[in-house]
């Protein structure tokens, strides 16, 4: 797989299977727009012999290449233009709710019972309903998990069917404040702080 990596006002790396995308987002200083997708496993490597030292990018347009410095080592990985990659996901039309990560994780800490039976794909994942108050349910068929949150305030009301998959990188990955985009019937996003942010298509059926 690939990562798509653009660089403007921040830096932006973005990945996906066409199911789930993770898009990551930090600073740095800035001196020209990049636009390209580089093999994910080039990243990969990179990433397990990091120091502390600062990382620079360097983007050769005419061979569609980046180069990766930090120290003494320098990687570079031949990429494709970002124009020939899925684009970033964007939430239109959705309803939001932020809350503290914690309290996300407790409400979607149902993914013990979500069922891995491919068979029945509307169990592969937790149903998820805000209206008023927020609840979430998982059944892998055998037992059955609820998780409420009567402290919660929903003025929109949402009911989705959210994949275990993305459930998982949510409570792995997500800190600080969250908020959650709910696209009914299309998708849902949770971004934290930080500008990450993880975003899935909906599991069809409830």
């Known amino acids: 797989?690939?990562?798509?990596?653009?660089?403007?006002?921040?830096?932006?790396?973005?990945?996906?299977?066409?199911?789930?995308s993770v898009v990551a987002r930090t600073d740095g200083i800035i001196d020209a727009d990049i636009d390209i997708t580089v093999p994910a496993r080039t990243l990969a490597d990179l990433a397990k012999n990091m120091s502390g030292e600062p990382i620079e990018l360097?983007?050769?347009p005419e061979d569609v290449s980046l180069r990766i410095k930090q120290g003494r080592s320098s990687t570079k990985g031949k990429g494709i233009p970002s124009d020939q990659?899925?684009?970033?996901?964007?939430?239109?039309?959705?309803?939001?709710?932020?809350?503290?990560a914690e309290q996300?994780?407790?409400?979607?800490?149902?993914?013990?019972?979500?069922?891995?039976?491919?068979?029945?794909?509307?169990?592969?994942?937790?149903?998820?309903?805000?209206?008023?108050?927020?609840?979430a349910a998982a059944t892998d068929g055998f037992r059955i998990a609820i998780?409420?949150?009567?402290?919660?305030?929903?003025?929109?009301?949402?009911?989705?069917?959210?994949?275990?998959?993305?459930i998982k990188l949510i409570l792995a990955m997500m800190a600080g404040d969250v908020?959650?985009?709910?696209?009914p019937g299309s998708m849902v996003m949770f971004?934290?702080?930080?500008?990450?942010?993880?975003a899935a298509r909906l599991i069809e059926g409830n």
Not at 4 to 15: G, M, T, V
Not at 85 to 100: I, R, S, W
Not at 191 to 198: A, I, N, R, Y
């Open 58 to 60: 360097i983007y050769d």
């Open 179 to 183: 908020t959650g985009y709910f696209v």
């Open 104 to 135: 996300w994780k407790s409400l979607l800490g149902v993914e013990h019972a979500i069922s891995t039976n491919e068979a029945r794909p509307s169990l592969q994942g937790a149903y998820v309903t805000l209206n008023g108050k927020a609840e």
């Open 1 to 20: 797989g690939d990562v798509d990596i653009r660089i403007n006002d921040h830096i932006w790396a973005h990945a996906t299977n066409l199911e789930v």
């Open 85 to 100: 990659f899925p684009p970033m996901p964007q939430p239109d039309g959705a309803a939001m709710l932020t809350l503290p």
């Open 147 to 166: 998780r409420k949150d009567d402290t919660i305030q929903v003025e929109q009301e949402v009911s989705c069917l959210i994949p275990g998959q993305s």
């Open 191 to 198: 971004q934290d702080e930080s500008g990450l942010s993880v």
